[in-house]
T-cell receptor, first 117, second 109 residues
Framework: EPEVTQTPSHQVTQMGQEVILRCVPI?????FYWYRQILGQKVEFLVS????????KSEIFDDQFSVERPDGSNFTLKIRSTKLEDSAMYFC???????????????FGAGSRLTVL | DAKTTQPNSMESNEEEPVHLPCNHS???????IHWYRQLPSQGPEYVIHGLTSNVNNRMASLAIAEDRKSSTLILHRATLRDAAVYYCIPRFGNEKLTFGTGTRLTIIP
């Protein structure tokens, strides 16, 4: 079964450092998403990406965050200057975006755990 | 986003059916009802979705009320592997999924 692959599985970084989390979505998918989950809390939407641009972003997704699809296969989330409160599990997801749109399902990756010290 | 109400937690015995309810009284006519689950230390996982009719797949069944203001996810024979947080999420178009707090399902061996 096709999978969404995320790397690294765990990253430890110092406050103020830049971090790039990488995702390889399913190959024929057109919509891409990043979510995060702080330990013990809800899964929170960060950003959605379609047709090489951001289609929606949440209040969490401020100027410190950016996303890119540099080469047609990878989808990256960059945090420019990490803060302690960025420590969380980050999930990438993708969906086909075709057919009856409300019916499209998201496939999530296993996540990247970010620890900011 | 349509508001959903789910019980915080439920318990079920292993190998028995489980009915997980969800209230979504503000759902719009074009929202699909999606169910996802999150196993411990894993990413969310799609379970099932529907619009108006009841739906079955290899994982579960989805019963949708005639007025679409509520739905029930049915696991026909719960196993220990079904212990997870289950989320009911109305979804329009290709919009984001908005996760609530879900129902934490505990399976008793």
């Amino acid at each position: 079964e096709p999978e969404v692959t995320q790397t690294p599985s765990h990253q430890v970084t110092q406050m103020g450092q830049e971090v790039i989390l990488r995702c390889v979505p399913i190959s024929n998918h057109l919509y891409f998403y990043w979510y995060r989950q702080i330990l013990g809390q809800k899964v929170e939407f960060l950003v959605s990406f379609y047709n090489n641009e951001i289609s929606e972003k949440s209040e969490i997704f401020d100027d410190q965050f950016s996303v890119e699809r540099p080469d047609g296969s990878n989808f990256t989330l960059k945090i420019r200057s990490t803060k302690l409160e960025d420590s969380a599990m980050y999930f990438c997801a993708s969906s086909t975006g075709t057919g009856a749109s409300g019916a499209n399902v998201l496939t999530f990756g296993a996540g990247s755990r970010l620890t900011v010290l | 986003d349509a508001k959903t109400t789910q019980p915080n937690s439920m318990e079920s015995n292993e190998e028995e059916p489980v009915h997980l309810p969800c209230n979504h009284s503000t759902i719009s006519g074009t929202d699909y009802i999606h169910w996802y689950r999150q196993l411990p230390s894993q990413g969310p996982e799609y379970v099932i979705h529907g619009l108006t009719s009841n739906v079955n797949n290899r994982m579960a069944s989805l019963a949708i009320a005639e007025d679409r203001k509520s739905s029930t996810l049915i696991l026909h024979r719960a196993t220990l592997r079904d212990a997870a947080v289950y989320y009911c999420i109305p979804r329009f178009g290709n919009e984001k999924l908005t996760f609530g707090t879900g129902t934490r399902l505990t399976i008793i061996p």
